[in-house]
């Protein structure tokens, strides 16, 4: 089992930059692929990218491709979210996820973090 929490969200202006974490506990981080997903309000969990067990392979979605990277340190047992250039758009829920799949779909993840909230003023 895995325990995921999330920090490092807040209010940021449009044009700004955040990055937020997910540290893990629990048994063989380094064998699953970690992925952010996002939830807007009245809107359904978004896919905002993913990273392979052994980080070399990322994938983001089309919404934030080229403004956003993803990274992990498996001796750190941590994965990170850099965002940057954000805009109005990127409001919501940032959730960090834990699964055995290369997935963009939410139900391919076992575990999940909390949640963190990004809130982009204009």
């Known amino acids: 089992q895995v325990q995921l929490v999330e920090s490092g969200g807040g209010l940021v202006p449009a044009g700004g930059s955040v990055r937020l974490s997910c540290g893990a506990s629990g048994r063989s981080f380094t064998t699953y692929t970690m992925a952010w997903f996002r939830q807007a309000p009245g809107k359904e969990r978004e896919f905002v990218g993913h990273i392979s067990k052994n980080g070399g392979v990322t994938l983001l979605g089309i919404s934030v491709k080229g403004r956003f990277t993803i990274s992990r340190d498996n001796t750190k047992t941590t994965v990170w979210l850099q965002m940057n250039n954000l805009i109005p758009e990127d409001t919501g829920i940032y959730y960090c996820?834990?699964?055995?799949?290369?997935?963009?779909?939410?139900?391919?993840?076992?575990?999940w973090g909390q949640g963190t909230q990004v809130t982009v003023s204009s």
């Open positions: 996820a834990a699964g055995q799949l290369y997935s963009f779909l939410p139900h391919d993840y076992e575990y």
